[in-house]
């Protein structure tokens, strides 16, 4: 049972007095939309699964009645590793059915993540596939099952493999077993959800997230955007971070509307999977419209039938971007939040055009947003300082981390959220950078996001990462990590666009050659001419084929340092 949650008793009765917060769980939620149409079609994916609300219903209450058998219940843990299927929401309303919390990891993670996450949470059933994209799942749970000691239930879904050994498989739960027909019952303020950050920097905290936070936040998402009914939602993002869950599957569930899920993005099969389903409104990283854009630019004719609002998460929107959805019809929204407060600021999509790229949003209603200084102490608008937010949405901690709790999460219920930014006097913020990003050159602070952003347009320039160079003198330095343009790319301007990681590499348009990459001295000539400030200029360039970055299109900076540790080694 998880019972160290992090809630202001303050708080909780000013949410619920004002609406914010309600008696419902998600399992309640789930339970009268699948009452009012069950005929309806809930999800569908790329590999030709289709389920109405009614199957999903059947098949999960299948599901969870082996759950109870096995002894499982309110507060237990139960790990799920899927692909981006639409059977993962058999198992993710099975869950939620017997009271349970969720915990979703991603589908890359082997037999020595698997170990170290299932004993981190104390999961105490583990569902999967029996074998999905070159993965043996199945061999692979075996192999650690006796490593969990917690473990006491595992079922594997015999979609792309039958079953090799003696697990039961999804097809036999719903032979043996009738269906649960009404949720367990637990608190709405319960944990229903544990997701690992998504952080630039070591292992991922487990945040935790409870019915009341996520209903919230997908109530505010879907109301602010004007979502419906008639809404199809496409989702390529894994299902293992709140994008890929929340948006892609709580958000149409509570509108009553339709998920398309996509296993592997690709953007040309994603343009023709949208189109054939109708698909209305997507969110992800701002990575897959970017690439679906450059599909477009080179194929005459394509077109997004039905899409007209992407909202963009991960990274600031670049003008130039909003610009070339625009010709298509497509509306670009920045929503900004983390897997701790999700999301909690966003541009009202009347906004957009006006905009244009300059403010990362405003809080959704009922949601408090300051900018403090290093003394915790707000700042004068226009000033730059940390991001810190408050509200109905905000996680209730890091499970079995009371002490990093505690310094993200002050007893009022404000988190800091280690990003830079700055409000103007409409209540405006824009994000600018982290805090960890901050280059300390001579004593001064430089923004690494400010250089990268003041770099987009380069000759020559595909992507571009900067961090902090050890200097004995300064203390740091500013290094720049540079991919290089593709040789049918360099005369036009590139964005800083980096791929989120569990996705493949976008389909090239062309068949595109590698240019010779910017030299030091063109990068310097090219910020030179744009007036940018010579505090800013790189003082040392590395050469590398890609940026890491999290799921969300976060730069793994951390990487990048141990990649310049090492090379300044070897010099």
Not at 101 to 124: F, K, Q, S
Not at 180 to 195: G, H, K, M, Y
Not at 424 to 436: F, L, T
Not at 510 to 529: C, M, N, R, S, V
Request: aromatic residues 8%; glycine residues 8%; proline residues 7%.
């Amino acid at each position: 049972m998880i019972d160290d949650l992090k809630i202001n008793d303050e708080l909780k009765g000013r949410w619920y007095a004002e609406g914010y917060w309600t008696p419902d769980t998600i399992a309640d939620i789930w339970q009268r939309a699948a009452v009012a149409h069950p005929d309806r079609e809930y999800v569908c994916d790329d590999t030709g699964s289709r389920l109405t609300y009614g199957e999903v219903d059947d098949k999960s209450g299948r599901i969870a009645a082996w759950l109870i058998a096995k002894g499982v219940g309110p507060g237990d843990v139960v790990t799920l590793q899927f692909p981006t299927w639409a059977e993962f929401c058999i198992a993710y309303v099975a869950v939620l059915k017997v009271g349970g919390v969720v915990h979703p990891v991603p589908r890359n993670y082997n037999d020595v993540d698997l170990e170290y996450a299932m004993n981190l949470v104390g999961t105490r059933a583990f569902i999967s596939p029996t074998f999905s994209h070159n993965t043996d799942y199945e061999a692979q749970i075996l192999s650690v099952r006796d490593a969990v000691p917690t473990l006491a239930a595992i079922a594997v879904l015999d979609k792309q493999a039958p079953s090799h050994s003696d697990l039961p498989t999804f097809d036999d739960i719903y032979r043996r077993f009738e269906p649960v027909l009404e949720p367990v019952a637990v608190s709405a303020d319960s944990v229903a959800c544990i997701l690992p950050t998504s952080g630039t920097t070591g292992k991922p905290k487990q945040s935790m997230l409870t019915h009341n936070n996520i209903l919230f936040s997908e109530r505010a998402f879907t109301g602010e955007l004007g979502r419906t009914e008639a809404d199809v939602m496409f989702m390529p993002s894994p299902l293992n971070h709140a994008t890929g869950f929340f948006h892609g599957l709580i958000s149409p569930l509570l509108l009553g509307g339709r998920a398309v899920l996509q296993q592997d993005f690709r953007p040309r099969e994603a343009i023709a999977l949208m189109n054939a389903e109708g698909v209305t409104w997507s969110m992800s990283a701002t990575p897959f419209i970017y690439d679906m854009l450059n599909v477009l630019d080179a194929e005459e004719g394509l077109a997004f039938d039905t899409l007209r609002l992407f909202c963009c998460g991960g990274a600031p929107l670049p003008p130039a971007l909003i610009e070339r959805a625009a010709r298509y019809d497509v509306l670009l929204c920045e929503i900004y939040g983390s897997t701790e407060s999700c999301p909690h600021v966003f541009v009202p999509p009347e906004k957009c055009a006006e905009w244009d790229g300059a403010w990362s949003g405003v809080p959704f209603a009922g949601i408090e947003v300051k900018v403090i200084d290093e003394n915790g102490q707000e700042v004068p608008r226009g000033a730059q300082g940390e991001e810190i937010s408050r509200g109905p949405h905000m996680f209730v901690g890091y499970l079995n981390e009371r002490d990093r709790t505690d310094r993200a999460l002050t007893d009022d219920g404000w988190f800091f959220s280690g990003d830079l930014c700055y409000m103007d006097e409409e209540g405006r913020i824009r994000i600018n950078g982290r805090k960890k990003e901050v280059i300390i050159r001579g004593g001064e602070n430089i923004s690494a996001r400010e250089i990268d952003d003041d770099l987009i347009g380069a000759p020559g320039l595909a992507n571009s990462a900067t961090i902090g160079m050890p200097d004995a003198r300064l203390g740091e330095r500013i290094c720049t990590f540079v991919v290089p343009a593709a040789e049918a790319e360099a005369e036009q301007p590139a964005t800083e666009m980096p791929l989120p990681e569990d996705s493949p590499a976008p389909t090239e348009a062309t068949g595109a050659t590698e240019a010779a990459p910017p030299t030091q001295d063109e990068l310097i000539a090219y910020l030179k001419e744009r007036h940018v400030a010579k505090r800013l200029w790189p003082e040392r360039i590395e050469l590398i084929d890609e940026i890491p970055v999290t799921a969300t299109g976060k730069v793994k900076r951390f990487i990048l340092a141990q990649i310049l540790k090492e090379r300044m080694e070897a010099e």
